[in-house]
């Protein structure tokens, strides 16, 4: 049927506005979902490659120090394959040309290299282990620094200062996200990832036939409950602070999360769009379907059967949806490769695997031609099924009577125009209601874009803003009696100095456990408080343990309530301790208590893990000098680099992804309002060149046309707002973690934003209808045969 | 022997009692109260009467592209009254050519394409040119309709119920539209397609001139045949006025 195939064509290009914005609505349907797909696929083909061949180990366990001898027993362990010991220290860097204060982590490599987490060295080599100031340094840390091997720097390692030299720059499967332990997000600044020889790094702290950390991988059929269970039993003599496994690593935790979000993406948002292409291809088919009755009949009377017709509008459909599909391929690659790219900024893959699997492309092209012709099947076999008789006679008069709002007290005042668009509506109640759900469906996922940022925003406004408002908080390398207070007070540019200590511990309620830390913090402190629900600084009780609320709703457990508290370090007591309330935190699954009740419970003096302090900011460089000088400072983070990376992050991932986002969500708000109005233009030009005949003004003509795409276009803006905020509730959802949790935050800004857009749209397609309107010929018009 | 005048001609439809009510919503309209027909093989007939006397009806049912509420119509023996909508259409197909008073050529393709939408599915069909050439449009191929005169588009659209070399031509009102000089044209050309093809040839109009070119003259009123005409000298369509 080459002649039909050449009508298919040439309707198409006769109704290239609407095709075209059809098109760019599939197109945004199949460019998220090849970008969420492509990237997720990417990211864990690329992830379990790195894993497989870098050996990343299955269980990770850190203890206070255990004899070397105490792995063979480990490997003794039924389920366990292969394990490697080692050295974890943490150290304050010294940089040259670098004032503020940074910190690291030394990981001790075995003299033959490692077994497991095996290095990608990027440059160099791994360090001598007959020498004691060789490291590797990570990648990220070495970037953004310029580091080159054979560049020095200085790490002070158990209070002792050692002078060190970069002879390798290296990636690990086990620092994929290489962020500071609590941090939202990396700063690769200010905290770095060091590998140095293991004799040296037991040497540097004292740990010579010692380890204090270890790994290993599982047999294909171990279990990895039992094995971290035996595990534990063994390590606890030895300070083992709870063995865990790849899920509550930090590094593979984020990447899962971020898979997790990435998921959700490639379904919410196609589903969306889609769904908007089949109601766009419907109201288009329907209304090709009817203008071309005549030209169905005249097949049909030629000998075409009514199937023959059906595939020759399926045609043009699948000929849009294809169209679409190509551009989003192409869009959705090229997303999926900037985005892919951006997440190697923050995570560290030695390679990327780029992938865009067929199977993404074959859904996609499935699924958005299916939603298609679901869409259009309906009105394309109702047209093609008429007799051809019939169908060559013009249709009937549509049904029209008095709108239910007529029987309304003082709509009689309604002039003939209001009753024309208020019946208009009534009449095709479901295509209104489509046009409706489908403008604000463009108005939703702007909210939602506007959302994700409002979220973000509020979670570092509160956290960083409300909850803690230090200019440097410093960790000391072990607790420390309080009297540190005084000489950190004592240096110059410090103003006010609040200790806090700080407990790992193992919180367990029921059968419901969380491995976490206890935080002991002064009461009426000033630079760390505590929030309730409605975000308004609590006091910390006198007695009894404050959780996080996401904290408390994993254990289950309620205020007044006992939680058992395994202590993870010195005397690893085991005590009871009340629920006194919970606090609102978006952050991590953190415990509070007072300082002294908490020293108590430790059975230990007034001791101290670190110090929030807060600054004269014009002294700021003295203060990070006097830091770097006193050997107990394991760390010493700086909240304005903490929030400037966070804000780095957000600007850089939120204003791409929104940039996207806006773009698309135009293209439905346009695509959707824009066919509205065409068609009903097409519908009823005879009606409006007989009105404009019979003596009405354009402007009266064109207000009976726009004031039923005005009506429609108002009534889909608070729905959108309603269906936003649902879909912000369905993402909050799915983004809860003990990592994060993304508050159900909209600022005003966003409804204003995503009113404009849809507004704008709805302008401008008003302004296409009304020149229309305007060149009106009202006598060819008539003189058409319907 | 000229077609359909003779004794020996046989009958290609035969239509019995048919009756046809339409349902317009909520007005019922019966266009045909009981029509009694023989249609001879290679006749050209005309149905004349008013509009809305059931002439459109008729020919609709007898092209398969309605069917009766009631009665009995035959095609060379086949049933069409009880014929499936499938059976309709493949009789259509394969032995009716149409021709409308609006030509209802398809816009979006040119004159050729327009014959070749129906030679592409036909069993024997002849040239798309051929066809256009014996309507008298072969250097008008490549036009699309809109940009032929209505009198070419009629052309066209004769061409196009011809190539499949039909069995039966059905034209209603096929110079509805066109002025009398350019209706002549057309009408010439369905002459000679009756002639050279010898296909059963039914014209609709309501324009008693054009009915002197028939072998016979079937009136309509009212949804009744009132008298058939069998006239005794066929004028040649070049000496009508109207």
Known sequence: MECLDRKVIRDLLHMRGQALAIALVIAGGAATYIMSASTLDTLRATRDAYYSEYRFADVFAQLTRAPASLRGRIEEIPGVRQVETRVLASARLDIAGFPEPASGQIVSLPAAGPLLNRLFLRSGRLPDP?????????????????????????????????????????????????????????????????????????????????????????????????VVGRLDALLAPYGGRGAHGRAEQMSHRFLSDEFRGLQQMATIFPVIFYGVAAFLLNVVVTRLVASQREQAAVLKAFGYTTFDIV????????????????????????????????????????????????????????????????????????????????????????????????????ARRLSQSARMIVRNIERRPLKALFTVVGTAMACAILVLGGFFYDAFDHMVETQFKLAQSDDVAVTFVEPTPRRAVYSLTSLPGIEYVEPFRTVPVRLRHHHRSQR??????????????????????????????????YLASTLGAAPGDMITVDVLEGRRQTVEAPLAATVKEYVGVSAYMRIGALNALMREGPAISGAFLQTDRDLNGLVYSELRRMPRVASAAVRENVLQSIYDTMARQTLTFAFFNTLLAGCIAFGVVYNSARIAFLERNRELASLRVLGLTRGEVSFIMLGELAILTLASIPLGFVIGRWLGALMVAGFQSDLYRIPLVIAPDTYAMATIVVLASALFSGFIIMHKVRHLDMVATLKMKE | MEPGRGAGAHAVFTARGVRKVYDMGEVQVEALRG????????????LLGPSGSGKSTLLNILGGLDSATSGHVSYMGRD???????????????????????????????????????????????KPQDALNLVGLGDRMDHFPSQLSGGQQQRVAIARAIAKRPAVLLCDEPTGALDSTTGIVVLEALVRVNRELGATTAVITHNADIASIAHRVIHLRNGHICGIDKNTEVKDPRDLRW
């Open chain 2, 35 to 46: 029509v009694d027909l023989d249609l001879y093989s290679g006749e050209l007939v005309v």
């Open chain 1, 130 to 226: 007959l020498r004691d100031n060789e490291v590797v340094a990570g990648e990220p840390f070495a970037e953004a620094h310029n580091f080159a091997v054979g560049d020095r720097l200085a790490a002070v390692i158990h209070g002792r200062r050692r002078e060190l030299t970069i002879v390798g720059i290296a990636l690990s499967p086990e620092f994929i996200l290489q962020a500071q332990p609590g941090s939202m997000v990396p700063d690769f600044k200010t905290f770095g990832i060091l590998w140095m020889s293991q004799e040296a790094l037991e040497a540097a702290c004292n740990m010579e036939g010692a380890f204090n950390s270890l790994a290993l991988t599982l047999t294909r059929d171990a279990v990895l409950q039992d």
């Open chain 2, 80 to 126: 069409l009254a009880a014929a499936t909508d499938r059976q309709l259409t493949a009789y259509r197909r394969d032995f009716v050519g149409f021709v409308f008073q609006f030509y209802n050529l398809i816009p979006s393709l040119t004159a050729r394409e327009n014959v070749e939408v129906v030679t592409e599915i036909a069993r024997d069909p002849m």
């Open chain 1, 516 to 549: 976490t830390a206890i935080q002991g913090l002064v009461e009426n402190g000033r630079l760390r408080r505590l929030l309730n629900s409605d975000l308004a600084p609590v006091e910390l009780p006198a007695s009894g343990i404050v959780l996080t609320d």
């Open chain 1, 311 to 410: 595939v020759h509008y399926l045609k043009l459909i699948v000929v849009v949806v294809l169209m679409g599909v190509a551009g989003g391929m192409a869009l959705g690659t090229w997303m999926g490769r900037a985005m892919s790219g951006l997440y190697m900024e923050y995570y560290r893959f030695p390679f990327l695997i780029y992938l865009v699997e067929p199977g993404v492309f074959a859904t996609a092209a499935l699924v958005g031609t299916l939603a298609a012709v679901l869409g259009a099947v309906y009105s394309v076999f109702k047209g093609a099924r008429l007799a051809p008789a019939v169908a060559m006679q013009p249709p009937s008069p549509p049904k029209y009577r008095r709108s239910v709002l007529e029987g309304f007290p003082g």
